[in-house]
């Protein structure tokens, strides 16, 4: 790794400690330089805003989370159905272990920092895909081996899983103690419903009315 690749990963390391201690929006990218002992024009020869700056630490964390399903994913065996459930539990344990870089993604996607058309943003975009790819495998395997019912594609039904399900982790651990009072539940063992609501909808038999096609030609 260079001298720019160093300074850069500096950067988002010392942005990813301070975004995640007090918030993006009570972060300046003088308190990034600050931070990294260096001036905030050299912060700027990197990152033309805080949100690019964001938008790295973004990507940081979905491939971090990537590589460890990945890692997670060699004991995932037997059915598609047997995978769908050791993934969902190892998803859970994830979560709870990234509790604050979670609360990060919640404040993260309510900013335009997903748009960027640079190649920071098709770096994004790509580990996005990386996150997906375990579960439409798990979805495909399932798919064939009967074990799950899909209505849709692999592509879409694996988008919708993750999406609903980190939609609500931000919410679990981004207002907590407001969910239980208002609620009068506890919020964490929703993820953990949750999951098993995903098992009960998908596995064979679980009351689906309609098939997705096994020529591929189903919903995207």
Request: net charge negative; aromatic share 6%; hydrophobic share 40%.
């Amino acid at each position: 790794m260079g001298v720019r690749e160093r300074r850069r990963a500096a950067l988002i390391a010392a942005a990813y400690e301070l975004f995640l201690d007090r918030g993006v929006d009570h972060v300046t990218i003088d308190d990034i330089a600050d931070r990294c002992d260096v001036t905030r024009r050299t912060v700027y020869r990197y990152f033309a805003t805080r949100e690019q700056v964001a938008l790295a630490v973004e990507v940081e964390i979905l491939q971090r989370w990537a590589r460890l399903l990945h890692d997670l994913g060699a004991a995932w065996e037997g059915t598609g159905a047997d995978r769908l459930r050791a993934a969902l539990a190892d998803v859970e344990q994830v979560i709870d272990d990234a509790a604050d870089e979670v609360r990060f993604t919640r404040v993260f996607d309510a900013g335009p920092a997903g748009d960027d058309d640079s190649d920071l943003g098709a770096q994004f975009r790509a580990a996005v895909r990386d996150l997906l790819a375990p579960f439409v495998a798990i979805l495909h395997i399932g798919s064939r081996d009967g074990t799950l019912t899909l209505t849709s594609s692999p592509e879409l039904t694996a988008s919708t899983l993750t999406n609903a399900y980190l939609g609500l982790a931000q919410r679990v651990y981004g207002m907590g103690d407001r969910l239980a009072e208002e609620q009068l539940i506890e919020p964490r063992r929703m993820l953990t419903e949750l999951s098993r609501l995903y098992l009960a909808g998908l596995s064979a038999g679980g009351g689906h009315t309609a098939h997705h096609r096994r020529d591929g030609s189903g919903d995207q």
